[in-house]
């Protein structure tokens, strides 16, 4: 089975897709992981990374994305999972020989709808409204689960907001890694992104859980080195778990959002962004990192 890595923040633009892509890219080509990203955002920006806009919009013209594979398996027999799934995606070449490669469930713009479509037709039985929130989610969630089978690692993309998608896969992770910019509101956004994830109300409860305990860990995105960011970032990492690995403000990390046809190295696709993204890569996926988290 899988290992589930959601990369989540409720706040927008903080750089999700892009770790969560960068992370799919990392694990295939020096992990030699098959790794599955699953797009579970409307923007369907990690899909637009990974097979370009036509790719996208031919898997959507054949019902090829997350809201058709949820709206078939809540209504009728549907497809095998594999049948949603695009494999051998991105833009970074793969020896043949190797067994890394980056999958993807791609995204739809539908999915919000049939999400509120979903929760409809379970009201409609005359639940308790709580209640068919939760069956909503936990559906989502076994149904994500399904597509662990074949993959190392199931990489999920999280949309801002508090979505049943988003807290489906919030639940069903194995680690949640925050991406979050060193600005003065990521603080408060570090802090409700936290209490979800470890499912408690207050900070002072949150306060319990030690550490190694927690199922998230932040990173800080777009780092820069200058002003008083050093200082949040120290402040944050008092209250939150936080990886060592930074991700600067590079273009080269701005660039790697576009697909493009041509397949190219690791070095070619990520530029000046590689030694740290490698020690993401290293960090996050480390033995030692799953091995705890498992425990
Ligand atoms: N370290 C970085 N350096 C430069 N640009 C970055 C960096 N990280 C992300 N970006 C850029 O910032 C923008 C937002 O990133 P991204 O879409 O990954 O964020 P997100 O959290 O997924 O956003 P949303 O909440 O809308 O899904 C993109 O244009 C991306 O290319
Ligand atoms: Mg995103």
């Not at 999280?158 to 998608?165: D, E, K, R, V």
């Amino acid at each position: 089975m899988a290992r589930f890595l959601a990369v989540a923040n409720r706040k927008g633009g903080v750089g999700k897709s892009t770790v969560a892509v960068m992370l799919a890219h990392a694990s295939a080509a020096w992990g030699r992981k098959r790794v599955l990203v699953v797009d579970l955002d409307t923007q369907c920006n990690a899909s637009l990374m990974l097979i370009g806009g036509e790719g996208w919009d031919k898997a959507r013209r054949a019902g090829r994305t997350i809201s058709d594979y949820f709206f078939d398996r809540f209504e009728k027999v549907a497809e095998d999972e594999s049948f949603y799934v695009v494999d051998g995606v991105g833009d970074v070449a793969h020896p043949r020989a190797a067994n890394g490669r980056v999958s993807v469930l791609p995204g739809s713009l539908m999915l919000e709808d049939v999400q509120g479509e979903l929760y409809l037709k379970q009201a409609k039985r005359g639940v308790d409204p709580d209640k068919v929130a939760q069956e909503v989610r936990n559906r989502m969630k076994r149904l994500i689960k399904h597509f662990g089978h074949d993959f190392d690692y199931v990489i999920l993309d999280c949309p801002p907001g508090l979505s049943f998608a988003a807290l489906a896969a919030i639940d069903l992770a194995d680690q949640v890694v925050v991406p979050f910019r060193p600005d003065f509101v990521s603080q408060f956004a570090l802090d409700r992104a936290a209490l979800l994830i470890e499912r408690v109300e207050t900070a002072d409860q949150l306060a319990t859980v030690p550490f190694e305990d927690r199922r998230y860990t932040t990173l800080p995105n777009y780092v820069t080195g200058k002003g008083r960011e050093r200082l949040l970032i120290d402040q944050i990492a008092l209250d939150h778990p936080m990886l060592k690995s930074r991700v600067p403000l590079l273009d080269s990390v701005a660039r790697a959002f576009d697909w493009e046809e041509h397949k190219k190295t690791m070095a070619e696709k990520f530029g000046d962004a590689l030694p740290h993204l490698k020690a993401l890569h290293d960090e996050v996926f480390g033995a030692a990192t799953w091995l705890a988290k498992a425990g």
